[in-house]
């Protein structure tokens, strides 16, 4: 479960890297959270498909190349492994019973917002109805952002039992 420091954690990094983190800010945001993460650590957990691949992303300026970045709830899911870790969780374990779906349903409410902010910032008619349905989608997509973390949740917590079980 996501705690109110965790949210305000990435709320925070999000307002910091609003376009994404390199693999250096990751190590130094787990660092400032007491939470020891070396590069190489970083990119296994990126190989066996714990984390997402990496968004390249052009460098400005002619002939500079492109930067890997990664979104800024990446944090939370480093935290969560090792979390799951500690509780003695192989990787095997993790990779199989455990859904690392946060950073999309993540991205799923940031293009959700983005999308409705631009349907609320265009002109409308004077006809109400556009207005009314616009707030009706907003809710919508506000629930089924909920409905998928509460999802994830309840399997995270299904496959904790399971191994209590065992």
Known sequence: ???SVELQLSNDLARVFPNGMSVQQIVDACAANGERL??????????LGLLP????????GKHQGSQGLYPTSIVEQVQRIRKLMSQGFTIDEIQSKF?????DIGALAKE????MGQLERTPQPSDSLVKREIDEARKLSLSLVEKLRDIERRLTVQARMERAAV
């Not at 070396?38 to 190989?47: D, G, L, P």
């Open 99 to 103: 859904l690392f779906v946060g950073s």
């Open 1 to 3: 479960m996501t705690t």
């Open 112 to 115: 959700l917002e983005r999308v």
């Open 53 to 60: 691949r990496s968004v390249r992303v052009g460098k400005k």
């Open 38 to 47: 070396t590069e190489a650590t970083f990119r296994k957990y990126v190989q």
